[in-house]
């Protein structure tokens, strides 16, 4: 069996995990860290935001020497001629040096919430306060309200995490 650490408490982030480990039927613990990002608490760019979750997989290998897989995961903003986007990237860094990332789809953020964002806020806490809610990011996420609950957080994960796999198999072929 292998053990999947994951560098995240957020809920949405764990469901993306635990849900590619069933579908593919891996055996595999799934075990959760509070890591630090490296980064800044909203990552402003893509850049950064793929940073923090280098950063997330790397420190979870380093914190418990049991984890085959460090899994981090990562969402930021980037700015595109003038129009703010919601990102999001995933790694997978194992013991053998190995290192896989993967970015996610891009939406146009709402100028009110880019506006938050700018000045300085958390998309989710500009989120919580805009559409009244609290803790989006735990939940559907701000792609889950922009979208109607059509993609939710835990499925933009997903998605970058079945990248990532598909991505480390080819590789390792």
């Known amino acids: 069996m292998i053990i999947i650490g994951v560098g995240t408490k957020n809920p949405a982030k764990l469901n993306a995990v635990k849900q590619i480990v069933e579908e593919q039927a891996i055996d595999a613990e799934i075990r959760s ?15 950064e935001t793929r940073q923090g979750a280098v950063n997330r997989a790397k420190a979870v290998l380093n914190q ?3 984890v085959t897989f460090g899994i981090g995961m990562e969402g930021g903003v980037s700015d595109l001629d003038g ?6 990237w ?9 290192l896989v990332r ?42 889950g309200i922009l979208t109607e609950g059509r993609v939710s ?21």
Request: with cysteine.
């Open 33 to 47: 860290y509070d890591v630090p990002s490296g980064v800044s608490a909203m990552p402003m760019s893509d850049h």
């Open 83 to 88: 129009e703010m986007f919601l990102v999001n």
């Open 90 to 98: 995933g790694a997978c860094a194992d013991r053998e040096g190995r």
């Open 102 to 143: 993967a970015g996610g789809a891009r939406i146009l953020l709402p100028q009110v919430l880019a506006d938050g964002v700018r000045s300085g806020h958390e998309l989710g806490d500009v989120a919580d306060a805009y559409f009244h809610q609290e803790s989006v990011h735990t939940h559907g996420g701000t792609i």
């Open 153 to 173: 957080r835990t499925e933009m994960f997903r998605h970058i995490l079945k990248l990532i796999e598909g991505i480390y198999a080819y590789q390792k072929r």
């Open 64 to 66: 418990d020497p049991e």
